[in-house]
């Protein structure tokens, strides 16, 4: 079956997570996600509520990051920033592992961490996202992360937060779509600029994207879809 263009905007959830966005950006890019239908705007976590008013009477879900970028903030921090985050109107939410843990091999306190904002998005109707930022993590660390976050049974795991040194690979896709059950989804974010990458990310079996090149990339998917003989 040829691919529609909803089989690419709905995989990709538009970032507007630069610490410089302003309240113009804001809502440009909400419009332009609108525009475009894509997945989700994943915003600022102070701009939630307004992007989830933007977004009203859309198919394009809000949605907002948790200990972000670095995941270092105590539990009790990123589960009331999750609460916040519900309340703001926050369908899906990206939370940043407690990486310093993972290193340590706590895993029993990162999965207490996934645990706790995975209870409160549940108990909401909503979906988490858990970002694993592999760029700092040998694959150890990587399959002890499928194995806890399948056990806990997330909505997602993420390779990157985008902010780390390096982002998305091949490598690790296919590590993670090879150590997580059909229901536990993989999003690949982080360095991904270009409707090639797309289209090769979800031919390996990746169902979101992270970008903040969703316009590029759906102007050039729309270019080949209209193009002659296509």
Request: proline share 3%.
């Amino acid at each position: 079956m040829e691919l529609q263009y909803r089989d690419v905007a709905k995989l990709i959830d538009h970032a507007l997570l630069k610490p410089t966005l302003t309240d113009g950006e804001l809502e440009a890019g909400c419009a332009m996600a609108r525009d475009y239908d894509v997945a989700s705007v994943c915003i600022l976590p102070h701009a939630l509520k307004r992007c989830a008013e933007l977004l009203a009477g859309s198919s394009v879900q809000p949605s907002t990051t948790i200990g972000f970028p670095h995941g270092g903030h105590t539990m009790r921090s990123k589960v009331a920033e999750a609460e916040q985050a519900l309340l703001d109107g926050g369908t899906e939410l990206d939370m940043v592992v407690n990486v310093g843990k993972v290193l340590s091999l706590d895993y029993a306190y990162v999965k207490a961490e996934v645990a706790a904002v995975l209870q409160l998005t549940r108990d909401a109707g909503r979906k988490l996202k858990v970002i694993f930022e592999n760029c700092y993590l040998q694959r150890e660390h990587k399959l002890a992360l499928c194995e806890l976050c399948s056990e806990l049974e997330v909505d997602w795991v993420k390779t990157s937060t985008g902010f780390g040194p390096s982002g998305a690979t091949r490598e690790d896709l296919e590590l993670m779509l090879d150590n997580t059950p059909p229901h536990v989804q993989v999003k690949a974010s982080g360095g991904i600029r270009e409707l090639g990458q797309v289209l090769e990310l979800r031919e390996l079996g990746v169902s979101r994207i992270g970008s903040s090149s969703t316009q590029a990339i759906l102007d050039a998917w729309r270019a080949r879809l209209q193009a002659p003989g296509a």
